[in-house]
């Protein structure tokens, strides 16, 4: 026991435990009726969480005085804080100090930006001990389609990830049991008391997590439109300005892109299919916005750990990786690293390889055509999403299993001239395509006799102070 600290009780058996003269009825009341909780209060609430002393009802309640009241910056650092220390924060050899780098993306629709981007900057030297997800949703996780490589294994040990890191430089992995244990139980109860969508909330989730990666730098890409999880440009912004402070106040050097989630990412969604793009941008060969993003994420995090002159230079020394053989041969290190075979992770990293022999392939495709000539004006993220996971490519509880081999090949990008007849969309499918999928992809196109101006996919840069249009 702390010195001052009076008694502590199972809460679970009704009474109230009073620590540090706090209980928690009064810490609810406090946040119910708009006070401010101090960071005591908040890493006494965290720590009797994590203790099983916290009711079910208390729990809820007070997730629910946060979610109405809102949390300030001051009350989003606590909890970042008293969440990030609630279990095991990883350590690395003092001599990587300030080469500690990853990304986060709160997720879209064709986004697998991790899988090139943590060997590219390897490949640049730092490390990247990257703690990845499954992913609830319509399309898989990370994982699931690092998965989708025969071998591949996602659970290391801290230790297996520290060898990992010296050898190789990067790794993915998922989170092990006791990493912020805080977040496993407040995110369940988030998502069974309508408390998830909270900005303070959020962004201790999602920042303790990386805290407890124990990074120097970390690149938030924060994702708007249809198939993200903020609507708006706007939400969006408010989301990425609070986790940039959050992390910046956890002693990690943090920025934030603001990009466009309304139509995919890249041109590929599925498991296999989007480790199959993943390789190509390795190869110098990706969709020009996946590889511009690569670079912009890359290129912040090298420059935020002083491994490059200019953020200009930061940006070519990524795109250099990705075209001389360096990015793709880490690839290939780290899959052996991760249990694949020698010889699958060479054939799958070889020049012009045939991914698809080593690769789950779907039984059938079926080819969408356009029905009219003209450009592209939309492709929309969230209907392909749907579709695709209707086919299998995501979950909807966890521990479901996925198919890794269905998903959506488009053959044209936001801008494209098209002509009609001509395919627009590849459907990749195990059994019939049935006809409501067919339907609801065939409205995911806009196609309009108007050229279409594009802009790329990043469209802002929030740091601490400032904030980039
Ligand atoms: N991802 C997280 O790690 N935490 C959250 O609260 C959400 C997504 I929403």
């Known amino acids: 026991m702390r010195p001052n600290e009076k008694f502590e009780q199972n809460g679970r058996n009704g009474e109230h435990i009073i620590t540090n003269g706090f209980c928690m009825p009064s810490l609810i009341m406090k946040?119910?009726?708009?006070?401010?909780?101090?960071?005591?209060?908040?890493?006494?609430?965290?720590?009797?969480?994590?203790?099983?002393?916290?009711q079910d009802g208390q729990l809820g309640a007070m997730l629910m005085a946060m979610f109405i009241r809102g949390l300030d910056?001051?009350?989003?650092?606590?909890?970042?804080?008293?969440?990030?220390?609630?279990?095991?924060?990883?350590?690395?050899?003092?001599?990587?100090?300030?080469?500690?780098?990853?990304?986060?993306?709160?997720?879209?629709?064709?986004?697998?930006?991790?899988?090139?981007?943590?060997?590219?900057?390897?490949?640049?030297?730092?490390?990247?001990?990257m703690v990845s997800g499954r992913g609830l949703g319509h399309t898989g996780g990370t994982l699931d389609k690092l998965e989708s490589i025969p071998g591949f294994n996602v659970s290391l040990s801290h230790d297996d990830m520290l060898k990992v890191l010296e050898d190789v430089g990067c790794c993915i992995?998922?989170?092990?049991?006791?990493?912020?244990?805080?977040?496993?139980?407040?995110?369940?109860?988030?998502?069974?008391?309508?408390?998830t969508e909270c900005i303070g909330l959020i962004t201790s989730s999602i920042i303790s997590k990386k805290v407890a990666e124990s990074l120097d730098s970390l690149v938030l890409d924060v994702k708007f439109?249809?198939?993200?999880?903020?609507?708006?440009?706007?939400?969006?912004?408010?989301?990425?300005?609070?986790?940039?402070?959050?992390?910046?106040?956890?002693?990690?050097?943090?920025?934030?892109?603001?990009?466009?989630?309304?139509?995919?990412?890249g041109y590929m969604i599925g498991n296999a299919?989007?480790?199959?793009?993943s390789i190509d941008c390795l190869h110098g060969k990706g969709p020009k916005d996946l590889t511009e993003l690569v670079k912009q994420l890359g290129g912040r995090l090298l420059a935020s750990a002083n491994k490059a002159p200019s953020l200009e230079k930061a940006f070519s020394m990524i795109d250099k990786t990705l075209h001389d053989g360096t990015a793709i041969a880490k690839f290939a290190d780290m899959m052996k690293a991760q249990g694949v075979n020698a010889d699958v992770a060479d054939k799958l990293c070889a020049k012009?390889?045939?991914?698809f022999e080593?690769?789950?392939?779907?039984?059938?495709?079926?080819?969408?055509?356009?029905?009219?000539?003209?450009?592209?004006?939309?492709?929309?993220?969230?209907?392909?999403?749907?579709?695709?996971?209707?086919?299998?490519?995501?979950?909807?509880k966890a521990g479901e299993a996925i198919s890794p081999d269905v998903g959506l090949t488009l053959s044209v990008q936001i801008g494209d001239k098209i002509e009609e007849g001509s395919t627009w969309v590849t459907v990749h499918h195990n059994g019939e395509l049935p006809i409501v999928l067919f339907e609801k992809?065939?409205?995911?196109?806009?196609?309009?006799?108007?050229?279409?101006?594009?802009?790329?996919?990043?469209?802002?840069?929030?740091?601490?102070?400032i904030s980039e249009q």
């Open 441 to 465: 992809i065939s409205g995911a196109i806009d196609i309009k006799p108007d050229i279409k101006q594009t802009t790329g996919k990043v469209l802002g840069v929030i740091t601490e102070n």
């Open 273 to 277: 299919l989007e480790v199959a793009e």
């Open 31 to 54: 946040k119910r009726d708009g006070g401010k909780l101090s960071r005591h209060e908040i890493e006494y609430f965290i720590r009797h969480v994590v203790k099983g002393n916290v």
């Open 73 to 129: 910056d001051a009350e989003t650092a606590s909890l970042t804080r008293a969440m990030t220390h609630s279990g095991d924060v990883l350590k690395w050899p003092k001599e990587w100090k300030g080469s500690i780098v990853d990304k986060h993306s709160t997720g879209g629709v064709g986004d697998k930006v991790s899988l090139v981007l943590a060997p590219a900057l390897a490949a640049c030297g730092v490390k990247v001990p």
């Open 225 to 265: 439109g249809q198939g993200a999880f903020s609507d708006t440009e706007e939400m969006a912004r408010q989301l990425a300005t609070r986790m940039v402070k959050a992390g910046n106040r956890s002693g990690v050097k943090t920025e934030a892109l603001l990009t466009d989630m309304n139509s995919p990412l």
């Open 173 to 195: 992995v998922g989170q092990t049991s006791n990493l912020v244990p805080a977040d496993k139980i407040l995110y369940a109860t988030r998502d069974v008391t309508s408390t």
């Open 352 to 355: 012009d390889a045939d991914v």
């Open 358 to 396: 080593i690769l789950p392939k779907s039984e059938h495709t079926t080819e969408l055509k356009a029905k009219t000539s003209g450009y592209v004006h939309g492709i929309d993220a969230m209907k392909c999403a749907v579709v695709s996971g209707k086919l299998g490519a995501g979950r909807t």
